[in-house]
């Protein structure tokens, strides 16, 4: 185990030791994934002490979360009102205390398959994350910063230090809904994140993106073809019919041993139907019929 004293010397470190190193900020997933015998690190470099990336601030019009953030601090920010209320349903429903007081952004990011609920949020606000090494930074977006399952484009030398995305304006909102055997304390079934710009007097739908943990494979993605019927139509309830059934033949999802296709192909389009209700609660002000 290597404890870094400051963010330098984490960097420094991971500079001159990039084999068979593992980082680990509060070991929620990775510690189940080393008993589990899925990795076998010779190295964990320890990231809690790094305190300077616990945060959620808003400059320039850009919204930051710092890796080390966890999850018990999201719901606690008060900029996740109103507009962003959809990351205070992710930690409502991420798990009990001893994993939402612990667990991080970062990780959570970086875990990198169809279990993590913060994935599909991001993926519809469009969010990017903020890579640095001792010498260089660079910016991701998180559609491209996750490459498959456990697979992302992180370099040996890197670490993450944020996401970060657009503010979005008054005519925007976004919800999350996720299916489990229990409302929380378990990896979703299905999770589903909806990104809704509309005009208020003509209900016309000026923007919105879909994400699900699963749209084919068995990373988080976006359920392109559905968003491009949306874009453009009044909302209402003829959309969300054709919408319905686009989104139904878009989605490839398969069994695994939590749950079979067929539930998860029941239980997508509700999910998506009740998020986008919500979207369109706030901005509209009434209910689609769902």
């Avoid at 989104?247 to 509700?270: C, G, H, I, T, W």
Wanted: net charge positive.
């Amino acid at each position: 185990m290597y404890v870094p004293e400051n963010q330098t010397d984490l960097l420094q470190y991971l500079e001159q030791n990039q084999t068979n190193i593992q980082l680990i900020a509060n070991g929620s997933d990775l510690i189940n994934r080393i008993q589990r015998k899925q990795v076998q690190p010779k190295i964990l470099v320890d990231l809690s002490g790094l305190t300077e990336l616990s945060y959620v601030k808003k400059e320039d019009g850009i919204v930051k979360i710092g890796a080390m953030t966890t999850i018990s601090k999201l719901f606690e920010s008060p900029l996740f009102d109103s507009k962003y209320a959809a990351f205070r349903e992710v930690a409502s429903k991420f798990g009990g205390p001893s994993i939402v007081n612990v667990a991080t952004v970062g990780g959570n990011v970086c875990s990198a398959s169809s279990s993590e609920d913060l994935l599909p949020l991001f993926l519809v606000l469009d969010a990017e994350v903020r890579l640095r090494s001792l010498n260089s930074e660079r910016i991701v977006k998180v559609e491209d910063f996750v490459k498959g399952k456990r697979n992302i484009d992180l370099k040996r030398n890197e670490i993450m230090i944020e996401a970060l995305f657009r503010d979005i304006d008054q005519n925007s909102t976004c919800a999350f809904e996720k299916i489990g055997m229990r409302n929380s304390l378990i990896i979703a079934f299905v999770n589903c994140a909806v990104y809704l710009k509309v005009a208020k007097i003509t209900k016309q739908v000026e923007e919105i993106r879909i994400a699900f943990n699963r749209v084919k494979g068995k990373i988080p993605g976006r359920a392109r073809k559905t968003e491009d019927l949306m874009r453009g139509r009044r909302l209402d309830e003829k959309c969300l019919g054709d919408t319905i059934i686009t989104l139904k033949n878009e989605l490839q999802l398969s069994s695994d041993f939590r749950v079979s296709r067929d539930y998860r192909m029941e239980v997508a389009p509700n999910s998506f139907k009740r998020a986008l209700t919500r979207c369109a609660e706030k901005l509209l002000g009434e209910k689609l019929l769902v």
